[in-house]
């Protein structure tokens, strides 16, 4: 034995005692720090470890007393609830000094729910958690202790769906596994995506669809390498642009300083993206704006394109003459073509030229005139299929060309709640949240949405009073089902303006368009309706349908993107929003009135 004592300081020594046997079956070293009270007593302290070949044991500063020490050693320190009876783990206590007279061991448990141990230092596990084991010295007060920990392991993973169909345009598809058992201590998944360009899937399961096709969505536990399957199909429904025609360009005539509005039509109807871009080959010759508003600025030729996103277009040559008078709107007779604008008349705005459009602001008139006849447009709506409908004898029929026409002219009907088929939705009314809700106060779940609804009105260009009698007047005032919440995929979405709600399917496309568009509160379903009227009609780039008359006949584009087939729509909602109106009488109004060639004005009283 070789002795090495060192001076740490004035009280205090250590000394490293190492002991070394010759066969080095074990191994025993130590370190003894020896303190020197103020009486000059010596309390000696061992900490060490000793190995051997098959085991390692750790002590942990116990006192060297005469009554030994107790250490636990285990190569396992998990158990797996499904080894049967291998799970069991046999615990090895080593005393100290080994020629101890009392060895006699106890074993306790921290927590005999999760795992026991008998009186020979075998553990079996009842569920998963973490235990302690200590093992104490009779008589000793010496203890040691070993923690453990229990795993539930993974039997299996399942989908909550195996197959799936999903539109390309829809959102996010939130995917769900189910690990089995349910107490598993491990239920984390890995997700995989076998064709990316179909649909790809994010760690958390979110699947995305990317384009048409089919592809396999795989969930694989971390536990235990189990896999689910999901065949998910996705459709292309983002229908593309096929043509685009500007309709108005032959009478594109204008002399210096004059304007005009351009017509486009984007076909099919339900092309998903019928945005356009305008342009014009030489600027200084004319300029046109993003919604298409064309103005002379110089004597010459320019070519005006329009362009689809997928690359369709048209386009035309203009040439520019001289000044000329300006095409107006004269209040007291005729659109002619030569007449100049009244300065002040009535405080109404008067708009010039083909389809012309100028906002009047919040209050006023907007005339706006049409580069067609009455007769024309009629003639148009007479060939349409399917035709015209109006509702006679109990039940609806096709309309004669004198209905068509009486319901077409602006002059016939325009008084008293009639006016409101020309109200401007797309101006602000001014009322406030506390008014609308007044008002929605007993309107199922309406009831206090009024600031969704001022939100929904300033962010998107459109009368809040006019967004809360839709929404009234299309859930029932707020009692539908399509309102109130319908289950799709697991998730609850709302639909208040009975968008894509058709007739023959109304709640099933009614409540999958709400799901791909993520209407999942009704908050959120009165801002993304909003959000659709507004690009689809009312501030549509393509057609702007600011009004019901609008809405209905569509003069800008005649014949397409009409909001229904009856032809007194227009009027018989008219009345139903001004009783609601009426309830409102702080509400600015605005009005935009329609002038066809040769037709004479209608004031609005």
């Not at 051997?52 to 396992?76: E, I, M, N």
């Not at 783990?89 to 008998?118: C, G, H, M, W």
């Not at 969704?452 to 009105?457: G, H, L, Q, S, V």
Request: net charge negative; charged share 20%.
């Amino acid at each position: 034995m070789n002795k090495r004592i060192k001076t740490l300081s004035t009280g205090r020594r250590a000394a490293v005692i190492s002991i070394a046997a010759a066969a080095a079956a074990v191994v025993l070293s130590f370190v003894l720090i020896i303190n020197t009270d103020p009486t000059g007593e010596l309390t000696p302290k061992i900490t060490g470890e000793m190995s051997s070949p098959s085991r390692f044991f750790h002590y942990a500063g116990f006192d060297a007393a005469p009554d030994g020490s107790v250490s636990l050693s285990t190569k396992r320190t998990r158990l797996r609830l499904d080894d049967g009876g291998s799970a069991q783990l046999k615990l090895y206590a080593r005393i100290f000094p080994a020629d101890r007279d009392n060895k006699k061991i106890e074993y306790t448990s921290s927590d005999s729910a999760a795992a026991s141990v008998d009186e020979n230092g075998t553990v079996t596990p009842h569920k998963p958690g973490k235990v302690t084991i200590t093992a104490s010295l009779a008589g000793s007060g010496s203890k040691s202790s070993a923690e453990i920990e229990i795993i539930r392991p993974v039997t299996g993973v399942m989908l909550k769906e195996s197959a799936l169909t999903l539109n390309v345009s829809d959102s996010a598809h939130l995917m769900e596994a189910v690990v089995s058992p349910g107490d598993a201590t491990n239920t984390a998944v890995t997700w995989t995506s076998k064709d990316t360009s179909v649909a790809e899937i994010d760690e958390n399961g979110a699947l995305k669809p990317v384009g048409a096709g089919m592809t396999e969505i795989t969930a694989t536990t971390e536990d235990g390498g189990f896999t689910a399957k999901c065949f998910v199909t996705v459709v292309n429904d983002v229908i593309g642009v096929d043509s685009i025609s500007i309709q108005n360009k032959g009478s594109a005539k204008l002399g210096v300083g004059e304007s005009m509005n351009m017509i486009v039509t984007v076909s099919p109807q339900n092309a998903k993206n019928k945005a356009v871009t305008w342009s014009s080959s030489d600027e200084r010759v004319a300029e046109i704006s993003a919604t298409g508003r064309l103005k002379a600025l110089s004597e010459g030729t320019s070519k005006i394109t329009v362009r689809a996103a997928n690359g369709r277009s048209d386009e035309f040559e203009l040439t520019v003459s001289k000044a000329a008078g300006e095409s107006a709107l004269n209040l007291y007779g005729k659109v002619t073509s030569d007449d100049t604008i009244p300065t002040d008349i009535l405080g109404s705005t008067y708009v010039a030229g083909a389809g012309g459009t100028t906002a009047a602001g919040r209050g006023g008139t907007t005339y706006t005139s049409y580069n067609i006849t009455l007769d024309d447009i009629v003639d148009i709506q007479m060939s349409l299929s399917p035709a015209p409908k109006i509702w006679r004898g109990g039940g609806s029929v096709s309309a004669s060309r004198d209905e068509v026409r009486e319901y077409m002219d602006p002059s016939s009907f325009c008084t008293g709640a009639y006016k409101y088929q020309f109200l401007d939705l797309s101006q602000t009314n001014g009322v406030s949240a506390e008014a609308l809700n007044r008002f929605l106060e007993g309107k199922g779940i309406l009831e206090g949405t009024g600031q969704a609804f001022i939100d929904a009105a300033n962010a998107n260009n459109i009368s809040e009073v006019y967004l809360v009698a839709h929404a009234c007047l299309e859930t029932g005032n707020g009692t539908s089902t399509l309102s109130t919440g319908v289950n799709v995929n697991g998730t609850t979405v709302y639909n208040m303006f009975g968008i894509a709600a058709y007739d023959d399917s109304a709640l099933y496309s009614g409540s999958r368009k709400a799901y791909s568009e993520g209407w999942t509160s009704p908050e959120a379903a009165i801002k993304g309706g909003a959000a659709w009227i507004s690009e689809w009609y009312i501030n549509a780039s393509s057609s702007r349908q600011n009004t019901l008359y609008k809405m209905l006949f569509n003069p800008e584009t005649p014949g397409v993107h009409q909001y229904a087939t009856d032809i007194s729509w227009a009027v018989k909602q008219a009345a139903s929003i001004e009783a609601i109106f009426a309830q409102f009488p702080e509400a600015v109004l605005s009005y935009d009135i329609p002038v066809y060639l040769g037709e004479t004005a209608i004031v609005i009283e």
